[in-house]
C-alpha cells in the first residue's frame, strides 16, 4: 500500500482557475447525453473553470451569439434523468467548410474557449480534431482579417478536445460501451418483452428491426438477452443457403412445442454478396417457407428515446468527470483524446486510432472481410457473437457424440446446477445458458431445486434443451432457491452426487453460494464425492461477493432504485422544499446505495463502510439548508439498510425533520424487495449468459484434465474456484485463495472498487472532497492484434 501513497496525485494540484471550457453535444442524440454535460459542468466549476454550453453542436458554435452560454451549478439540476439532450444538436454542414469553421474558432476566441468536450459519434469527433489540427492557422487568419488582435491569438494558442463517445449502436472501436447503448436496449427489450406475450397467445413469428446502420451491435446483444431465434447483422452475414437454414431451425423450435419465433435484423443487415437484407424479405420467406403467421415490427425511434438507464447515467458522469481531468492534464503534444470505459475501467485512448479503427471495420466490411471487420469491433462484440452462436443451434441428436464413440475420455459428464441464497434477476439467463452450453458440449445437465436445501433432499432431475426456453426474460430464480449452506448435510449431499454421479456443479448465487463452495472444497478430505470441479458465478443484488467487481441482479437493482428515486424527486419539486430520506437494500455492502446515488443526483449517502458520526450529519443537513436558499428546492439522501445500528432510517429522518424545520420539511422511504424482483435487465441478461456459459466451458476443461482410469477426481485448489469480473477480464480464482480478501463477518469484500466512486458522487452534490486521480485513465493506444488467449 505504501507505495500507492507516493504515487497517489490529488487533484487538488491541479486546477482550472482562468480555463473556459466549452461542451457540446453533436450528431444523433443518445440517452445519457444530459448526464455527460451536468458532470463536465459541475466538475468544472468544480476545479475552478468556466464552463459554456455550446447549444445545437456545432451549428451554435458557428451562429455564436446566445448559443454559447456559460453555464451555473442549478443550470444542470435535474437533468440526469432526462433523455436526448438538454443542450440541443444539430447535424451541421457548415462546420464542414473552412468558411464555418473560422467562424467556429472567432466564436470560441471572444470567450476565451481553448478547451472543448465533444460528445458524439464518430463523424463529430473526427470533426473536432479537424479543428483542432487548422487552429493555429484559424487564429492567424483571423488576425489578418483584423477580427481579434495578436495578444489574443496568443492566449488562446491551444486548443484541447476531449471526446465522449454518445452513440446509441455503440459503433465507436476502442470503448466497450458507448453512453445511451444501454438504454437502447432497454428500450428494444421492453418492446421484446410486451411482443413475447401476444407472439406467445398466437402462435406467430415476429421479425424486428433495430438500428444499426453499419453496427450490429444492438441487434446481437438484444437477441442474446431476449434468446431470439435468429440474428441478421452487418459484421456478419449469414452464409449462403442460410434461407433454408433459418426455415428449418424455426420449424424445429416450434416441434419442440415453442409457440413463438423472434427473429431480429439490424437495420444494416447484409448477405455475402452485400445485398440488403429487409425486414420484410425475411417476413416473405418464412409466410412462402413455413406459413407460419408472421408480423414485423420497425422499432425506430424509439430506441433513443425515454430516460437514461442506470448504466448510462453511471458511465457518462465517470466520462464527464474523467473528460475534465484530461483537459486538464492536456498539453500541445498530447493528441486529442477520448474517455471510454474498458471493462470496469476508464481510459483514455488516442481519438484518431479510435476513429481509424472504426472506419477500418467498414472497408473491411466493404471488402467482404467480414471476419476482421468482428475483430476490429473489439473483444466485447467478439464475446457477445461467440455466445450467440454457442447458444443458438441445438445439435441434432444425431450430431451429439454416441456412447459407442472410442474417446480418449468420457465426454458425457453429468453436470448439476443450483441457485443459492436470495433470488436476483438474471439467474434465470444464467442458468439456461449453463443448460444449452453444456448440452452442446455433451454433457447431461442435472436441475438442482431450491439450492444446497434440495440437493440433500434429492431433488434432482435431468433438465433439457426445451426445458429452459423463454427463461432470459423471467424475473427471481424458477429453479428455486435457499440460503441453506450445506455444512450440516454433507453426507446427504455426498449421497445424492453418488446417486446421479454428479461430475460437476455449477452453483449461481450470492454470499451463501460461495460460503457454500468453500464448504464443499474443504470437505474434500473426508468425502471422495466432492472431489469433482466446482465453480461459482456470483448472483446478488447486493453485489458483495469477493472476486468480482459486479454480480448478476445488482444492475436491475440499480435501475429499480434509479427509476424510484426519479419519481420521488418528481414528487419533491412539485412541492417543494422537501427532502426524502431512502432506504436501500445491500446488507453491509453500500454498492446499491452508492452507486445509486450517483445515478439517481443524491446529496448524501450513507453507508457501512465509510463510517460517519452526528457531525458528519449535522454538516449535510447545512449543506441542504443552503441549497434551499437556491433554485433547487428538494433533496434525496440515500442511506444503506446497514450503515449504522444507531443511526437508523427513522433517527435520520427525525434529525433531518427537527433539524431543518421552518426550511424544508421531509419524508421516508424504504424500498424493500422491489429491489429484487422485476424482469431482468439487458445488462444481466447478457452478463447471466456470458458468465454461466464461460464457466460451463471452464467446467470442460477441468473434466478433461481430471478425467483418469474410467472417473474424475479433482482436489486441488484450481478447481473449485470463482468467476468474476475484475477490472478488464473474467478470472477464475480458486475459492480459499479468496478466504483473505474477506470480511465474513460483514459480509462483504475487504477491498470495494466502486468506492473511488463515492468522491465522485460528493463532487456533483456540491461538497468539497479529497478526489484521488491515480486511477483515473492514462493515454493508452488501441490494442489492434491481440496476443493469442491465455486461460
Known amino acids: 500500500m505504501a507505495k500507492r501513497q507516493d504515487t497517489k496525485k490529488l487533484f487538488e494540484n491541479l486546477s482550472g482557475a482562468g480555463k473556459s471550457i466549452g461542451v457540446l453535444t453533436s450528431g444523433g442524440d443518445a440517452q445519457g447525453m444530459n448526464a455527460a454535460v ?121 486548443l484541447h478536445i476531449v471526446g465522449m463517445v454518445g452513440s446509441i449502436d455503440n459503433d465507436f472501436c476502442g470503448t466497450d460501451m458507448t453512453i445511451g447503448t444501454d438504454s437502447a436496449l432497454h428500450r428494444i427489450i421492453e418492446v421484446v418483452d410486451a411482443i413475447m406475450t401476444t407472439a406467445q397467445s398466437h402462435q406467430r413469428t415476429f421479425v424486428l428491426e433495430v438500428m444499426g446502420r453499419h453496427c450490429g451491435y444492438l441487434a446481437l446483444v438484444s437477441a442474446l438477452a431476449c434468446g431470439a431465434d435468429w440474428v441478421l447483422i452487418p459484421e456478419m452475414p449469414p452464409e449462403d443457403g442460410w434461407e433454408e437454414q433459418m426455415c428449418q431451425k424455426l420449424s424445429e423450435s416450434r416441434s419442440r412445442g415453442s409457440r413463438l419465433n423472434i427473429i431480429i435484423v439490424a437495420e444494416g443487415a447484409i448477405d455475402r454478396q452485400g445485398k440488403a437484407i429487409t425486414v420484410n424479405n425475411v417476413k416473405d420467406l418464412v409466410v412462402s417457407c413455413l406459413g407460419f403467421d408472421t408480423r414485423v415490427t420497425i422499432l425506430g425511434h424509439v430506441q433513443r428515446g425515454g430516460t437514461p438507464s442506470a448504466f448510462d447515467r453511471i458511465l ?112 434465470n439467463a444464467a442458468v439456461r445458458s449453463a443448460v444449452r452450453v453444456g448440452i452442446t458440449e455433451g454433457h447431461k445437465m442435472f436441475a438442482v431445486n431450491d439450492g444446497f436445501e434440495g440437493f440433500y433432499k434429492g431433488q434432482i432431475k435431468e433438465i433439457k434443451w426445451g426445458d429452459v426456453g423463454g427463461w432470459t426474460g423471467q424475473g427471481g430464480s424458477i429453479l428455486g432457491t435457499k440460503r441453506t449452506l450445506p455444512a450440516k448435510h454433507l453426507d446427504k449431499i455426498a449421497e445424492q452426487i453418488r446417486i446421479h454421479n454428479i461430475n460437476a456443479l455449477l452453483v449461481i448465487g450470492g454470499f451463501e453460494a460461495f460460503l457454500g463452495v468453500m464448504e464443499l472444497s474443504a470437505a474434500r478430505e473426508k468425502y471422495n464425492e466432492f472431489c469433482v470441479p466446482m465453480v461459482m458465478v456470483p448472483a446478488t443484488v447486493s453485489n458483495n461477493i469477493p472476486g468480482s467487481d459486479l454480480s448478476i441482479g445488482a444492475d436491475t437493482a440499480l435501475n429499480a432504485i434509479t427509476d424510484t428515486c426519479d419519481r420521488i424527486k418528481q414528487s419533491a419539486s412539485g412541492t417543494k422544499r422537501r427532502v426524502f430520506i431512502i432506504e436501500t437494500m445491500g446488507g453491509y455492502c453500500g454498492y446499491l446505495a452508492s452507486v445509486g446515488g450517483l445515478a439517481a443526483g443524491a446529496d448524501a449517502v450513507y453507508i457501512y463502510e465509510e463510517p460517519f458520526d452526528i457531525r458528519d450529519l449535522q454538516s449535510n443537513v447545512e449543506h441542504l439548508t443552503e441549497k434551499m436558499k437556491t433554485g433547487i428546492q428538494r433533496g434525496l439522501v440515500l442511506r444503506n439498510e446497514n450503515s449504522n445500528e444507531n443511526f437508523t432510517t427513522d433517527f435520520i429522518y427525525q434529525l433531518y425533520s427537527e433539524e431543518g424545520k421552518g426550511v424544508f420539511d421531509c419524508r421516508k422511504n424504504v424500498l424493500g424487495h422491489m429491489q429484487q424482483g422485476g424482469a431482468p435487465s439487458p445488462f444481466d441478461r447478457n452478463f447471466g449468459t456470458k458468465i454461466a456459459a464461460k464457466a460451463i466451458q471452464w467446467i470442460s476443461r477441468k473434466l478433461k484434465e481430471s478425467y483418469k482410469e474410467g472417473k474424475v477426481f479433482a482436489n486441488t485448489e484450481d478447481t473449485a474456484c470463482l468467476l468474476g469480473m475484475r477490472r478488464r477480464a473474467m478470472v477464475f480464482q480458486p475459492v480459499v485463495q479468496l478466504k483473505d480478501q474477506t470480511d465474513f463477518v460483514h459480509r462483504i469484500p475487504k477491498e470495494q472498487w466502486w468506492l473511488k466512486l463515492r468522491p465522485l458522487m460528493k463532487i456533483l452534490a456540491k461538497y468539497k472532497t479529497s478526489y484521488d486521480v491515480s486511477d483515473s485513465g492514462q493515454l493508452e493506444h488501441v490494442t489492434r492484434v491481440r496476443p493469442k488467449k491465455v486461460d
Open 316 to 427: 457518462a458522469s465517470r466520462m464527464g468527470v474523467e473528460a475534465v481531468l484530461a483537459l486538464l492534464e492536456a498539453s500541445a503534444s498530447t493528441p486529442a483524446c477520448v474517455v471510454s470505459l474498458c471493462g470496469n475501467q476508464a481510459v483514455r485512448l488516442p481519438l484518431m486510432e479510435c476513429v481509424q479503427m472504426t472506419q477500418d471495420v467498414q472497408k473491411a466490411m466493404d471488402e467482404k472481410n467480414f471476419e476482421e471487420a468482428v475483430r476490429l469491433r473489439g473483444r466485447s462484440f467478439e464475446n457477445n457473437l461467440n455466445t450467440y452462436k454457442l447458444l443458438s443451434y441445438r445439435k441434432a441428436d444425431s450430431e451429439l457424440p454416441n456412447e459407442e464413440d472410442e474417446l480418449p475420455y468420457n465426454s458425457s459428464f453429468n453436470v448439476a446446477v443450483l441457485n443459492v441464497g436470495a433470488p436476483a434477476a438474471g439467474m
Open 38 to 158: 451536468r458532470a463536465v459542468v459541475r466538475m468544472g466549476i468544480y476545479v475552478g473553470a468556466k464552463v459554456y454550453f455550446v447549444h445545437e453542436g456545432y451549428q451554435g458554435m458557428v451562429d455564436g451569439g446566445d448559443n454559447i452560454e456559460e453555464a451555473s451549478w442549478e443550470s444542470v439540476s435535474s437533468m440526469l434523468q432526462v433523455g436526448g439532450t438538454v443542450i440541443g444538436s444539430a447535424r451541421c454542414k457548415e462546420f464542414r467548410s473552412h468558411e464555418g469553421r473560422l467562424k467556429a474558432a472567432h466564436h470560441l476566441v471572444q470567450r476565451d474557449i481553448t478547451n472543448l468536450c465533444v460528445i458524439g459519434g464518430d463523424g463529430s469527433l473526427t470533426g473536432a480534431n479537424l479543428f483542432r489540427e487548422e487552429w493555429s492557422g484559424l487564429l492567424e487568419e483571423l488576425v489578418q482579417q483584423g477580427l481579434i488582435d495578436e495578444k489574443a491569438a496568443q492566449n488562446n494558442s491551444e
